[in-house]
């Protein structure tokens, strides 16, 4: 068993500095280790393609396509994979669609999930082989722009990727995620980063940048600092605050793409993610703080905030050892579960 079974990303044998130094390499070895590898990127390869093989047997003329964390590249190990089909339906194929991945095997009838209700109508179901997470649904343009313009932002602020996955790891251990369950959807925690980094003196992210610093600072901003109730978050040109005039949204984030959109109308636990972040930056500031004689440069200062549950990283291993095969091995060893830093399976191609 690791030394660090709780905090994988941590290096045995990796002296870590003192302070926010220390938080700030801890941050770039958890963004190391929490990328897919080639493996984990080849598997969800190979199952969208395997999706769309069957999308194309029914329905030929329709257009698959990957949206969400898999497109971006903002994926963790358990996130789900999200696909659109777009065609020409009179009525969408949703029960069509559901009878035929069951009949050819890819998901049992007890993970299989059909919301026909909602605004947008998606079929949910857990891969048999992969135990991947999909969410399929029809006709919706917007994820895939979505996708495009996080991973055109990702171009422009460097350091975006790194906040946005330990962020993401933070909330989805409290629960905090999903807006169904009134958490904050990844498009709405990825719009409140550009944010802060567009109004952050150092929001340039270049080599010199400590994420320690900007982990911190985005807690305080959000634990303690900003008016929810008031303001809110624009990142159209250069990205501002202004006084919101939908005062029963409890977070507030007009969407880029789609004008009259209010992104955070769902997050109705608003109270609780913002106790989280409030949290969150008392423990760090403590961790961080040079005359706090509790703490040891053995200690994890990032695990008092986040961990890696034995569960994941059984799931890394068990993914790595049963579909090696579909990863070309070019023998430059670079993560705990990989032989090959590149796969040459490029449907999508790698974050």
């Known amino acids: 068993m690791s030394k660090f079974r709780d905090c994988p990303w941590r290096k ?10 220390g938080l700030h390499e801890e941050i770039e070895h958890f963004y190391q280790y929490i990328l897919p590898t080639p493996c984990e990127h080849a598997v969800r390869n190979e199952l969208v393609k395997r999706i769309e093989n069957l999308i194309h047997d029914l329905w030929p003329q329709a257009l698959v396509e990957i949206f969400g964390s898999f497109r971006t590249g903002l994926l963790l190990p358990n996130s789900d994979i999200d696909i659109v089909a777009i065609g020409l339906w009179e009525k969408l194929p949703l029960r069509t669609l559901e009878s035929e991945l069951i009949a050819r095997g890819f998901a049992d ?14 079929i949910k ?25 996080i991973k055109f932002l990702k171009s422009e602020y460097k350091g975006l990727a790194k906040l946005v996955m330990v962020l993401k790891q933070f909330l989805l251990q409290r ?12 498009y709405s925690l990825i719009m409140m980063c550009i ?4 109004l952050h003196s150092r929001h340039l992210c270049n080599e010199k940048t400590n994420f320690g610093v900007l982990l911190l600072e985005f807690f305080e901003l959000y634990g303690l600092r900003f008016n929810y109730s008031q303001i809110e978050i624009s990142i159209e ?9 939908n005062l029963r949204s409890p977070l507030c984030i007009p969407d880029p793409l789609q004008p009259g959109n209010d992104l955070g109308r ?7 993610i913002r106790q989280a972040f409030q949290y969150a930056y008392r423990v760090l500031s403590q961790a961080v703080n040079p005359l706090d004689d509790s703490f040891s440069s053995n200690r994890s200062i990032l695990g008092r905030i ?32 990989r032989k090959s830093s590149k796969s040459h399976i490029a449907a999508y191609p790698a974050p």
């Open 12 to 21: 045995p044998d990796y002296h870590y500095g003192d302070g926010v130094i």
């Open 109 to 122: 009838s007890s993970t299989m999930f059909v919301v026909d209700k909602a605004q947008v109508p998606i």
């Open 125 to 149: 179901f857990t891969d048999r082989a992969t135990k991947i997470k999909v969410d399929l649904s029809f006709n919706m343009q917007n994820g895939v722009q979505s996708a495009e313009l």
């Open 175 to 186: 629960g905090l995620n999903e807006v169904f369950s009134g958490g904050i959807s990844s």
């Open 195 to 198: 944010s802060f980094l567009q």
């Open 237 to 245: 040109n250069g990205g501002g605050y202004f006084m919101r005039d």
């Open 266 to 272: 769902g997050s109705s636990r608003i109270v609780a």
């Open 306 to 337: 986040i961990h890696i549950s034995d569960e994941v990283i059984d799931y890394r291993a068990w993914l790595h050892q049963t579909f090696k095969h579909l990863v070309v091995i070019d023998n430059r060893p670079s993560h705990p579960y």
